[in-house]
């Protein structure tokens, strides 16, 4: 079974200031794992995916996440928030083996202070 | 090239009435999926289909809930006898048939059981 483990529901970092929200996936196949963001009252937007390529993925809008095996974590990251970088953000794990469902965190919810 | 439809966006019933919600996939995309997102918390998988097929139903309940994807026209969850527990944001998205599927949703039913 695949889970995944977000920490903190809430992350609140000023204008300007590093953003890293925490996801950490338990999966006993080799994983694909997603970062997805939600703004409110809309569907979930992909912001980016690892696939077993390079382990640094980069996505849109500035954002980028680190694939680390050994610490079973994939942790998004942007240098420098902005104001429009306020939304709900989601990790997402799936496998391999055909079974194409993705198993989502409970999200964290990003605050973007002026 | 249109994104995941959904409709309706908004739809209200009342307790014991049934609830249809559709979902036309993107263009070339073939495999459907449908999750289901409680307050609060984040979306949880239901079930996948592929045209005249469902390949994996295990999140779905056992009872009250279907959901089909014929051969022409959009893919339907079905809610039978409402409760007011079915109040959820129900999400559809699509893939091409190859893995890792590059997922797009749609932006979502809200359900609202009164």
């Known amino acids: 079974a695949q889970s995944v483990t977000q920490l903190g529901s809430h992350v609140s970092v000023s204008e300007g200031a590093l953003v890293l929200l925490r996801c950490n996936y338990s999966s006993s196949v080799p994983p694909y794992l997603f970062w997805y963001v939600q703004y409110p009252n809309q569907g979930l937007q992909l912001l980016l995916k690892?696939?077993?390529?390079?382990?640094l993925v980069k996505g849109i809008n500035g954002f980028e996440a680190e694939f680390k095996k050994s610490e079973t974590s994939f942790h998004l990251t942007k240098p420098s928030a902005h104001m429009s970088d306020a939304a709900e953000y989601f990790c997402?794990?799936?496998?391999?083996?055909?079974?194409?469902?993705?198993?989502f965190g409970s999200g964290t919810r990003l605050q973007v202070q002026p | 090239n249109a994104g995941v439809m959904q409709n309706p966006r908004h739809l209200v019933r009342r307790r014991g009435q049934e609830a249809r919600l559709r979902c036309s996939p993107m263009?070339?995309?073939?495999?459907v999926y449908w999750y289901r997102q409680l307050p609060e918390e984040g979306l949880k998988f239901m079930v996948y289909l592929q045209k005249e097929n469902i390949i994996d139903e295990s999140g779905m309940p056992k009872e009250r809930f279907s959901a089909e994807f014929p051969k022409e026209g959009p893919s339907i969850l079905r809610i039978q006898q409402v409760v007011r527990g079915d109040s959820a944001a129900y999400f559809c998205?699509?893939?091409?048939?190859?893995?890792?599927?590059?997922?797009?949703f749609g932006s979502g039913t809200r359900l609202t059981v009164v």
């Open positions: 997402a794990v799936s496998d391999n083996t055909g079974r194409r469902a993705l198993t």
């Open positions: 690892y696939t077993s390529a390079a382990t």
């Open positions: 263009k070339g995309h073939s495999h």
């Open positions: 998205a699509s893939s091409p048939p190859e893995v890792p599927g590059g997922y797009t």
